[in-house]
């Protein structure tokens, strides 16, 4: 197929990419590891670890769940906590194991948790103490056998990790009562691996590295299958592009303050600058914004990445505009489109162009970049990365020539290998020919830019993060009081969008305060309504399928 975008490429970056050069994402893990052994890899709230400490800590955890938990390979295990070290320890020691990793947030409700572990069918999990009450109220429904639990300040050295552990137990008050019989602690996983026998484990591209949930249109979250080659295609995807500003390898600092158990985060951040040897520095809280000026000051950070709410509540920090970006060499935002005024406003502030990427979850995720040198807002997507195709397709799923509006559909080795346990809503999403279907309407300029202008589906992006509609109402139509009701997205300044509920009442003594209440038992933050709407009736189809565009103009 004709690719204009190839035209585009910076001078240093590749058409194509060689996936075959590992086998695994555990390779690319190892060949890191010897490299940059005595470099640091991780730091997070005040506490350092070296690639090599990195590694050792990983052999462990591996070695424990194979030996004494009895994992093997294919096995699923849910890790559930933020930004801390003990997350790239258990993930990279899951995939030395030969275990697939189910990234799961750790603020779900009960309802949500539920349903991602018994849909993955995990059989451990690795839970923050924090988090711990919500699992042990599930768990029972689950087929999870083997439990890890940790705390905060496990992995920090003494005596800060008894001080953080101490004041979130009893000063904060974060760690509600819980029980979970035959639980194991990771600083006794990691004590006893270090015992145990290496663990082994034959990996190809074939085999599932992550299950990564992504939210549905029936209602539930599925799990998108992203494999080895998946993640190893797109670990020298980006690579090679982040390659065109030229890096100091073993030297860099990128700052990750989105969650690891996004996709977003756990690619660019943890995975491909894995591979320079950098060292990511982790915020567990990156809510705490006077907080987050303040570590960022401590540090000459060469990369970030985020999402255009974290970039605009940064910048309306006070004390953010004096922190040294001397080093600061590439700022990457994704997961949201980035408005104009905050990239301007950054590249004013820091000196550094603020470009944007696009990407799914089903694109492990990265998809298109704007080229490094590009110098200011180019309010695109950028072009296909390295392998890709990207393709503007019609309702009939036929190619549109340049300049005009239609689906925007991508292939390559990064597209994922479907839904699990879902073959229907996979080839749904994925053709016969390989094309996954975004449900983005986009442009394509005849310089091979591509910009996104619509959407097919129903998906309200809040922050970078997917809600789906279904879900919503799903949750909210439980309640006795409600008669029918439509969720939609509505414009936001702060988070892009927000949801917006349509009620017709059952019961006239429904009020907001009960849906607010209902919402915050059955749903994470994110996807609670900020808008509720009562109205006598919902605008319909004849067949009575909600009419979401009305919906928005109400």
Known sequence: MDKPWLQSYPESVPAEIDPSEYASVVEIFNESCTRFADKPSFHNLGKTITYQELEEATDAFASW????AGLVKGDRIAIMMPNLLQYPVAVFGALRAGLVVVNTNPLYTDRELKHQLKDSGAKAILVVETFAHTLADVIDDTEIKTVITTRFGDMLSFPKSILINFVLKYVKKMELPFSLPGAFSMKEVLAKGAQLPQAQADLSHDDI???????????????????????????????????????DEGNELIVTALPLYHIFALTANCLTYMKLGAMNLLITNPRDMPGFVKELKKFKFTAFTGVNTLFNALLNTPGFSDIDFSRLKLTLGGGMAVQKSVADQWQSVTGNTLIEAYGLTETSPAACINPMDIGKYSDSIGLPLSSTDASIRDPDNNALPVGDRGELCIRGPQVMKGYWQRPEATAETIDSDGWLHTGDVAVMDEKGFFKIVDRLKDMILVSGFNVYPNEIESVIASMPGVLEVGAIGIPDDHSGEVVKVVVVKKDNALTEEDIQAHCKEELTGYKRPKVIQFVDELPKTNVGKILRRELREL
């Open 209 to 247: 590295a992550f299950l990564q949930y992504t939210g549905g249109t029936t209602g539930v979250a599925k799990g998108a299958m992203l494999t080895h080659g998946n993640m190893v295609a797109n670990i020298l995807q980006a690579h090679s592009w982040v390659n065109a500003v030229k890096q």
């Open 65 to 68: 769940c194979q030996h004494e």
